[in-house]
């Protein structure tokens, strides 16, 4: 055994084999235009979607040129308008000038698109061309020329599928990271919403954008995100899930210490009390960071709907996690080891579906829960096409067969559809499935030790959810540590009016709004008469 | 090995050494609703136990094929004491006794008469499962086991028939009394309060209550009632209090939630009922030479349910002639009351408590000998408030125009 870990940190360590990458120092491009399209044809392994088209500009001089750009990755409209097409006509005017004088003059004047640049490195022109820009190279020039014209195809923003709401806005992030950004900035028009680019990933270099909102951010947390970001050294990200599991702060927790959403609300009203957004290219799901506990359980609708109504649903909400954890194994200990904390008439009734049940009533709830798990993974992974056979199975198989064969009791299926049912009803799917999870851990408690178990086991979970960090902020907060101040957007929800703070464990700037902003009504309804009847008065 | 480990090891031991020790499955264990106590010819004990056959009392689905068995089932067991006998049941029993929803206790007339109940107690009192909120009754002429193992209907389970019913007519009667473990070892420690249990009868052919045509007819043939309180001194029954004088009981220990009194009127005996809905009862004491004098102060509040006779109840007049004749009936019956515990030399309404309270000093010389010596001669005074609040919904009976 140990040889086989040493192996393995040999194979780690062995620095040839990096990717089959060349990471040397930056080369320069070759003077001519045949060697630089060779090498190019030569690094990409000749890939079909690279388009490479050369031609013959100005009358006199014949100075050939190379356009070259990644099918699909280009707005290939604007590339023929603005550039090819232009370049043809100002052809005249590139006449009597040198191979230098001409890319120059292109820059300049010819091309009529946004953002140019030059590259002078073959790593650096590779990642411009690879990310959608289009490179022109002439013949007789050691730069190239390197333009902006990102597009290719995009899904619509459409509403997100995840975090539904009834009431609030419909758009949810897409796979585009700039209309990402956008989307948040549409909310927020403030020149302090900064937005800072890198790209991770040594293959993918996927672009990935730091957002928070200069002066509310807490620049400590704010560095804090940047260094765990630039950090990252990994061939790929794919999903902003990778980069979660890279910068949490601890890992051997089933909760989640980023917040994920696919809500451009959710972040916005996420960044203005200071959290960071990290937007990441290719996926719909923004995460933001320092994550709370109760944020969890806090749904954008809370802050749309009236405090009262949002209240009473977080409160809800909290009762539902706790079913979701606890529901079965209470159920287990009740009816296993404390048969005189049930009323007479209800342990009679439990105890009479029970007399035909051949196993445990652990046993019997853990195999409710697994076939429940089942189902559920089921119906997720399944094609749509078949998903109505997924629910005749699982409502009439598992269901009603189960208790008709005599296999589980009705109590039971009661008990594991409420806990199902809750576990849907958390706001977060992150911390419902960790509640999933946990869930079997109550059962085994309960089984083994009653209610004596499932105390002992929530004493536990409340240690561990104390002991974690989210980018520094303690998980709890401000339960434990407790911050009265910040209680008001907690389990309950203040109203706006007296919302006027921003976390002070998030935010540096903690002022929101003024205060004694409670709405007030003219002080006389006599007022509003009068004008009233005025106006009437007016018109006749 | 690192910390960790070795706590993960401690950790697993804890959970897979100790085991499910008090681990029991529902389908484990006997449920048992009631216990009944009785005594052989040989003076030892006869416990009856009535254990619910849930199957047969949940509805809703019929699980087991078959034929709809009695909800319970009942053996009794002899033995010399109640630990003895609780574990020989288990050669009776495929499952656990589990006495944590035992609710009701009945003591044989016989048994309380002859040994009295304190030596059962402790038992109970002791077992953690078994509650100290469990109702105690007694079974009148009839042995506990019989009474025990009579079935009834509309309750499935005869332990909540009778458990209800004390519940109930206590609170819309006012003569009997829901009394628990508790309470019972409450009064039997206290020099200044007696104890009064409920009665019940079995009434019909006794053998038939124990099988199922009993309960499958409109008409049980047994049927359980609630009958008189029995009067306990020293831990022994020595009397019942029956009709009106248990109404008096009640009234001056203060437990009458609703209940009916009945008044003459012209002539007419029972002419106007009274409807009780508010009560309150105050007992004060004084002392006079050495002997307590005891004032019940009662406040009752109802209205008038039924009339025979025509009254004018419009005229405040008559309300308050009836009031009158409401507090002297009342009175009356708790005179007959306070007379009949005077002549059984118990103090069952806790009079000594209250002299206790008034007179520390002197309740210090009249408690060895309270019961016998100075509550027969305690004076008692009744003062009685009563008030007709309401007339139901008419005033006039409608008899007062068939008159003409």
Known sequence: MPSFFKRGKQVKNNPNKKDGINHNLPQPLNISLAVNLDFINQKTGNSSDIVIRTKKIGTHTQLTTAVLYVEGMVNEQSIQDFLIESMMNNSKDLNALGPQEALEKLAEDVVSLGHVTWVQEWDALFLSLMSGNTIILVDGVKKALNVSTKGGEKRAIEEPSSQVTVRGPRDGFTESLSTNTTLIRKRINSPNLWVESMQIGRVTNTKVAMVYVHGIANDKIVNEVRRRLKAIDIDSILESGYIEQLIEDQTSTTFPTLYHTERPDSVAGNLLEGRVAIIVDGTPFVLLAPAIFIQFFQAVEDYYARFDISTALRFLRILIFFISIIAPATFVAATTFHQEMIPTNLVIAIAAQRETVPFPAFVEAAMMEVTFEILREAGIRLPRAVGSAISIVGALVIGQAAVQAGIVTPAMVIIVSITAIANFATPSFAMAISARLIRFAFMVAAALFGFYGVILGLIMLILHLCGLRSFGVPYMTPIAPVIPAELGDTFIRVPWWALWRRPSFISSNRTRKGKNKHPQPPRSRGIVNTDMEQGDRNES | ?404
């Open chain 2, 1 to 404: 090995m690192n910390r960790k480990t070795v706590f993960l090891i401690l950790f697993l031991s804890v959970a897979f050494l100790s085991g499910c020790y008090s681990q029991k499955e529902l389908t484990d264990l006997a449920i048992i609703s009631a216990l009944g106590i009785d005594k052989n010819e040989n003076g030892r004990y006869v416990v009856t136990f009535q254990i619910v056959n849930p199957g047969n009392v949940a509805g809703g689905q019929q699980v087991s094929g078959g034929a709809q068995g009695p909800p319970i089932t009942a053996f009794s067991v002899t033995g010399d004491n109640l630990v003895e006998i609780s574990r020989k049941a288990t050669t009776r029993l495929s499952r656990k006794m589990y006495y944590a929803h035992a609710n009701l206790l009945v003591i044989s007339e016989k048994l309380a008469k002859t040994e009295g109940i304190l030596k059962l107690i402790d038992a109970f009192d002791r077992d953690p499962e078994f509650r100290n909120t469990a109702s105690i009754v007694i079974s009148r002429d009839v042995k506990a086991a019989d009474f025990v193992k009579t079935l009834t209907p509309v309750d499935k389970i005869p332990s909540n028939k009778v458990i209800k019913t004390l519940k109930f007519s206590e609170q819309r009667w006012g003569r009997i009394l829901d009394v628990n473990l508790q309470d019972v070892m409450k009064s039997l420690i206290s020099p200044g309060k007696g104890l009064v249990l409920s009665g019940f009868r079995l009434f019909g052919d006794r053998p038939l209550g124990k099988t199922m045509q009993n309960i499958q007819q409109t008409n049980p043939l047994v049927t359980i009632r609630a009958d008189g309180l029995a009067v306990f001194k020293d831990g022994k029954l020595v009397d019942w209090i029956e009709g009106k004088n248990a109404g008096g009981t009640l009234w001056i220990l203060n437990k009458i939630k609703a209940t009916d009194v009945d008044i003459l009127w012209k002539k007419e005996k029972d002419a106007i009922s009274y409807q009780v809905t508010r009560q309150q009862t105050k007992v004060s004491a004084s002392m006079k030479k050495g002997v307590p004098v005891m004032l019940v102060d009662v406040r009752a509040e109802g209205g008038i349910g039924a009339v025979k006779v025509p009254v004018n109840l419009n005229s405040p007049n008559v309300i308050l002639a009836v009031e009158r004749a409401l507090e002297k009936e009342i009175q009356k019956e708790i005179q007959g009351a306070v007379q009949h515990a005077q002549k059984d030399k118990s103090d069952i309404f806790g009079f000594g408590e209250v002299v206790h309270r008034t007179d520390p000093a002197a309740w210090k010389k009249l408690k060895h000998d309270w019961n016998d010596a100075a509550f027969p001669k305690v004076k008692v005074k009744v003062k009685v408030d009563a008030f007709v609040r309401r007339s139901g919904l008419r005033n006039k009976p409608f008899l007062s125009n068939f008159e003409k």
